[in-house]
């Protein structure tokens, strides 16, 4: 089993910046890709950044040149740096990891629980 804890969500006001971490813990043997998607209030779920176990990026049109997501592979950290934050950036910002577990044949997905950000002044 994995748990992926997030943290660093809160209320900023516009033009702002703040960071998100997300902790994987548990059997895990290797982590492939990483990302962090979020939710608004009556809107789907969406992509905002990804991150592959080599260090590839990628980036939804909407947070290109102000987000920038890393990871620690040695901490099985995801991070999601938000800085020129906007009020259409409020959402529930969820993690997500590809997790292999020891003795699984397979990677599986695996969710955090969400961290709410709110731009607004």
Known sequence: QVQLVESGGGLVQPGGSLRL??????SILSIYSMAWY???PGKQRELVAAISDGGSTDYADSVKGRFTISRD?????????????????TAVYYCFADVITRGASAPYDYWGQGTQVTVSS
């Open 38 to 40: 979020r939710q608004a």
């Open 21 to 26: 971490s997300c902790a994987a813990s548990g």
């Open 73 to 89: 592979n040695a901490k099985n950290t995801v991070y999601l740096q938000m800085s020129s934050l906007k009020p259409e950036d």
